[in-house]
């Protein structure tokens, strides 16, 4: 038998790779996480709350924004968080009870506790029932994230909101400023904006949001946030220092790049409240991996989803740093299982591998952004010979008639006429994704893509984009 344990077991990541392993039966396995209620980052504090809120903010803003209709609803804060709640402890539930299925099973055993290691071969955990040692023949991390709270002096007083307080939050101040401008800032910002009615000020580093995208995707962001959302972005801006103000606020100072004697512009914004959206890090405190060979650095874990450092002992999910999304860590879990088993038999091992999938629900989840596979500076960059085109959202009537009319749709295609990547920030472009996933995994030529969405439906913008990629290519 290979005795194998997992910590993280409630997690998606940790689910995944439980799953396949317990099926084997040469496998003994020993499931441990610390959950309270537990059932995993991405459904309690993570993608699925988060949908939640930002459905209502979307609610009120199409209802402001459409001019055909008279009058603007509030926002139920408490409502909100209620019905978020209602259903996020719902999904959790059935993730726990999938879980404890598995330990009925004869080989299979859940321990409610932490582990950390003693060794690089035994594992200490701890229990209300108290504590014990194990000697697993593998380990498989998948401990999840935790909030990455930036090094900048004055933070350490620990007074500033994360995103976790945004979505358990039924009343908000009239004012604040926000760090961190990337997936989370993206998608909360609006609902602050919106649901909340906050006057916002937010830092980016950059000249523009989004990095992942081509820059015009960035700009398109920056003017929709500024003009359909009234939010107040500072690009080109780092901060320096935060303070407490008399009155119970806070005062960030910042670095702009600017016209002054010394090439800078000092200013200091004042809010009633800091937001810290600045991304989030392995969670691997606790863990004690000082007493292992294993040292957590950039790089440290492999394609095989096993540390360089000690090949018995996989990391897999947001824990390893790599690629922090719900559908990754479900695929990196499946593949470390895979390559785990093929490890203890001697096989060879599967690199994980996978086509760039990204959804952030930005614009309230009323102007979505969608990559999938490549984008015009990465084919760029890879040298590749393609072509690639652009259409505006208003190119297509759908939009105008669901008063949708923002964003634009980009389509990257080989000279060989292969698809090779898809971008959109408009309406529905989420659900455009999927389509374009099969498209690029199968390396469907465009050529023989049909013309077939039928009006008034939001994928004739990719019809637009097949028909323009033909005309380029012919």
Not at 326 to 336: D, F, P, T, W, Y
Not at 430 to 459: C, N, S, W, Y
Request: hydrophobic share 35%.
């Amino acid at each position: 038998m290979i005795h194998v344990a997992i910590v993280g077991a409630y997690g998606s990541a940790g689910v995944a790779a439980a799953s396949e392993l317990a099926d084997d039966p040469d496998v003994e396995l020993t499931l441990i996480d610390d959950g309270e209620p537990g059932g995993g980052l991405c459904i309690l504090r993570g993608c699925m709350p988060s949908k939640e809120v930002l459905s209502a903010g979307a609610h009120r803003y199409q209802a402001r924004a459409d001019h055909r209709l008279d009058g603007v609803p509030e926002v139920d804060l408490e409502a909100v968080v209620e019905t978020k709640n209602g259903h996020t402890q719902s999904f959790a539930e059935h993730r726990r009870e999938s879980v404890h299925d598995l330990a009925e099973r004869e080989a299979v055993e859940f321990a409610h506790g932490t582990a950390q290691f003693v060794d690089d071969r035994t594992l200490e955990i701890a229990t209300n029932d108290g504590d014990r040692t194990i000697e697993p023949d593998y380990v498989v991390i998948a401990t999840g994230s935790t909030v990455n709270v930036p090094d900048l002096p004055g933070i350490e007083s620990g007074d500033y909101a994360t995103s976790a307080d945004v979505l358990d939050a039924t009343e908000f101040p009239d004012s604040g400023v926000v760090m961190g401008f990337g997936y989370v800032g993206l998608e909360l910002v609006p609902y602050l904006s919106e649901a909340a009615g906050m006057d916002l000020t937010v830092i980016e580093h950059d000249e523009r949001p989004l990095d992942e995208a081509d820059s015009e995707y960035g700009d398109e962001i920056l003017e929709l946030y500024r003009e359909e959302y009234d939010v107040d972005v500072l690009t080109e801006t780092t901060e320096q220092r935060v303070e407490s103000t008399d009155d119970g606020g806070v005062r960030l100072h910042v670095e702009q790049d600017g016209s002054a004697a010394d090439g800078t512009d000092e200013l200091a914004i004042e809010a009633d409240e800091l937001f810290v959206f600045t991304g989030r890090e392995p969670n691997l405190d606790g863990l004690e991996l000082t007493n292992t060979p294993i040292t957590p650095e950039n790089s440290w874990v492999a394609d095989t989803m096993q540390t360089h450092d000690d090949d018995h002992v996989f990391v897999v999910g947001d824990a390893n740093g790599k690629e922090p999304i719900l559908h990754v860590a479900k695929e990196q879990g499946s593949q470390a299982a895979a390559n785990l088993l093929a490890h203890a038999r001697g096989e060879s091992l599967e690199p994980y591998e996978n086509v760039r999938h990204h959804v952030i629900f930005t614009g309230l989840g009323v102007y979505p952004y969608a990559a999938v596979g490549q984008s015009k500076t990465d084919a760029e960059s890879s040298g590749i010979d393609h072509i690639s085109v652009t259409r505006a959202a208003s190119d297509d009537g759908v939009f105008k008639t669901k008063d949708v009319p923002e964003g634009l749709a980009t389509l990257v295609v080989g000279t060989d006429g292969t698809v090779l990547g898809y971008q959109g920030l408009h309406h529905h472009a989420d659900v455009m994704a999927k389509t374009m996933q099969v498209v690029i995994e199968l390396g469907l030529d465009v050529r023989e893509l049909p013309d077939r969405a039928f009006h008034p439906t939001t994928p004739e913008i990719l019809d637009g984009l097949f028909r323009d990629a033909v005309a380029a290519l012919e």
